[in-house]
C-alpha cells in the first residue's frame, strides 16, 4: 500500500439473507419470517429521529395549549370566587335587613309606643277623676 492514495470508504450495502428451502421430503421450515433486509442503520434512524421530533413538537403544542386553557379556567375560578364572595355578603346583609324588617311588622315599637300612650291617657284620667271625687267631698 502506498501513503500517497487516499483511503476510500464503501457505502453501506443492503443483504438479504434467503430463507432455507422447503425439503422434498415434506418437513417444514420453523419460521418463514426469517427473511430480513438489511437496512443501513443512519438513514433509518434519521427518518425515525424526525418522525419523533415531529411527534414531541405536537405534543409541545398540545401541552401548550393545555397549559393555556388551565390558566384561562384558573382566572375564571378566581373571578368566580370572588363574585360568590360578594353574592354572600350581599345575602347577609340582606338577611339581616329582613330580620329587622320582622322585628317592625311584629311591631314591637309600635307596640311598645302604643302602650306608653295608653298608660299616660290612664293616668291623666285616673288623675282628672280624682279630682272630681275630692270636689264633690269638699
Known sequence: MSTSQPLEIAP???TTVVPPTVPATGTSVKDSSTATT??????MSMEKMMKEIKELELQMAELKEAKEKLVK???SYDKSKII????????????NKVKSLEKDLTLHKTLAEIKTILWTKIGQSITDQWISIQTIYE
Open 12 to 14: 453501506p450495502t443492503i
Open 38 to 43: 438489511m437496512v443501513p442503520d443512519t438513514s
Open 73 to 75: 379556567l384558573e382566572v
Open 84 to 95: 360568590v364572595a360578594k353574592k354572600t355578603r350581599e345575602i347577609k346583609a340582606l338577611e
